[in-house]
């Protein structure tokens, strides 16, 4: 508005002043009221424009040269000083008159610094400086103006609920990119989690047919990917609770000993089956509970032991007394040797039974195999070419850290067991190796072979499979190997002979040098 009122103001100053010229012609003006009718003529359109309320000119010494404050809802003359201020610089200045907004512009004009009735021939036209102001009604700058502030006011609400919503928006990207990522994390983390789990997980649906199953449940199973799909009934053998809650079930599925848990989905409307293997906690178990049996055998022997031996070895001096006594063609003689020999067998009993109830102290020492194997071969030489059963050693340069007379006397022990076992022109084989970073001891033989049941028993005190068998030979072998922190393992089918492998910690693997055969 201010560039608006000084436009409009220096206009109305030119036009009034080349107006008035033509006007004039070669006169002068007499007085202020000769300029009047021909300012008035001339401003006539300003003044009929509705954005024009007043116009105002003065002199230098502020006298009022020509007005047209009519227009104006209030009677407006200008104070000194606004006279002042208007004759040395642009004034401007918004005023409310009757509640209507004017706008008051006032600027020095030089063309209006003449007194006009005094203008004289020779006189400087632009000698003085008078004022000029210029009024401009302010409603319709101030309607437009206002609309304007309202559309930028709706503009900037949109433009700041476009970018809450692009906020939003990207918040809500980047958020669902961030559960993306943390989906996958956790996918990936179940999956392996499923692919590494020791346990066996199997999915079944309503008509028990396998649904998914992680690598630990093919692997229990034995069966591959094609198992989705197939009964879980014709895998194994259970009955499946819809309702669940019956807790571990334990399921033999041949030489695996299984425990399987039954878990409903019931959203789902399928199980989940926990699938765990127990074999080496059945093994353990076992082996727990041979110990038992071993310790109660102990506690029986310590007592009895001391019971019989006194007693027995008065009984072997009278045998040999009579021995002594008779020739040895006389029947008395055979018959006191005869007693001689079983006081010797009840006095070997009494030392095994006395070894399992008071095992002594181990003296480890590296024991070379080859050696030892030897030994045992000397040492059965009459008994095997008794029974016509030959022994071949396959011996290797092994050597094992152990206690070298119970390791003597737990393969002692064992190839007397095959040499029983074993018919006229059979073969017994022992050798050794290392295995997963254990000494291997195998004694083989081709004898009449052992059923499951036997071999369940075999290493029970006092249990023996012949005849004249006393049943403490593999029980004193196991507790040799067990005192080792070793273990015993026994394959053998009826018919097809035995293998009786012994595991010990440790040792030395030297290079095989050679094989060497005993007949």
Request: negative net charge.
């Amino acid at each position: 508005m201010a560039l608006s009122a000084q436009s409009i103001g220096r206009g109305i100053e030119t036009n009034l002043y080349r107006g008035a010229m033509r006007g004039m012609g070669g006169r002068r003006w007499v007085d202020e009221q000769d300029f009047i009718p021909v300012a008035e003529d001339l401003l006539k359109e300003f003044i009929q424009d509705g954005d024009v309320l007043y116009v105002g000119m003065f002199g230098p010494d502020g006298q009022e040269l020509f007005t047209s404050r009519n227009i104006l809802p209030v009677d407006f003359v200008p104070g000194p000083e606004m006279l002042d201020k208007a004759s040395r610089q642009v004034w401007n200045a918004e005023i409310s008159l009757e509640n209507q907004p004017v706008f008051f512009q006032g600027f020095p004009s030089r063309r209006m610094g003449h007194r006009l009735g005094r203008m004289l021939p020779g006189e400087d036209a632009e000698a003085g400086s008078g004022t000029m102001f210029i009024a401009l009604d302010m409603s319709g700058h101030l309607e437009a103006y206002s609309g304007y502030k309202r559309t930028i006011m709706v503009q900037a609400v949109f433009t700041l609920a476009a970018v809450f919503m692009m906020g939003l928006l990207a918040w809500a990207y980047l958020r669902k990119k961030d559960q993306g990522r943390r989906f996958v994390r956790l996918s990936s983390f179940h999956s392996r989690l499923l692919d590494n789990m020791p346990d066996g997980l199997l999915s079944v649906n309503r008509d028990l047919e396998i649904t998914a199953a992680n690598p630990a449940a093919q692997e229990l199973l034995g069966q591959g990917r094609d198992m989705l799909g197939r009964k879980i009934t014709g895998l194994l053998p259970l009955g499946i609770d819809l309702d669940g809650g019956s807790g571990w079930d334990q399921v033999e599925l041949g030489s695996k000993t299984l425990e399987v848990l039954i878990l409903p989905i019931r959203e789902e409307k399928e199980f989940l089956l926990l699938l765990r293997d127990r074999t080496r906690m059945r093994e353990l178990e076992n082996s727990l509970e041979h110990t038992r049996r071993l310790a109660a055998v102990g506690r029986f022997a310590a007592g009895l032991a001391h019971e019989i031996r006194n007693p027995l070895s008065s009984l072997k001096g009278f045998a040999q007394y009579f021995q002594q006594k008779f020739s040895r063609d006389d029947p008395a003689f055979t018959y006191a040797r005869t007693m001689v020999a079983e006081a010797d067998r009840l006095n070997r009993v009494i030392n095994d039974l006395m070894y399992l109830a008071r095992p002594r102290s181990l003296e480890p020492v590296q024991v070379e195999l080859t050696a030892l194997f030897d030994e045992v071969g000397v040492l059965l030489e009459m008994d095997l070419a008794s029974r016509g059963v030959r022994l071949k050693l396959e011996p290797t340069e092994i050597e094992v850290r152990a206690d070298r007379d119970l390791l003597k006397q737990a393969v002692l022990n064992l190839v007397l067991n095959s040499l029983q076992a074993s018919e006229q022109g059979k073969t017994i084989r022992l050798g050794a190796g290392m295995e997963d970073g254990r000494v291997r001891i195998d004694v083989v033989d081709q004898g009449c072979g052992m059923n499951a049941e036997i071999q369940e028993k075999a290493q029970e005190p006092f249990f023996s499979a012949r005849e004249h068998g006393s049943g403490l030979g593999l029980s004193i072998v196991h507790r040799i190997v067990q005192d080792h922190q070793g273990d015993m393992t026994i394959s053998s089918f009826p018919g097809e002979g035995t293998r009786v492998t012994l595991w010990f910690p440790g040792g030395t693997d030297k290079m095989i040098q050679g094989l060497r055969r005993y007949d």
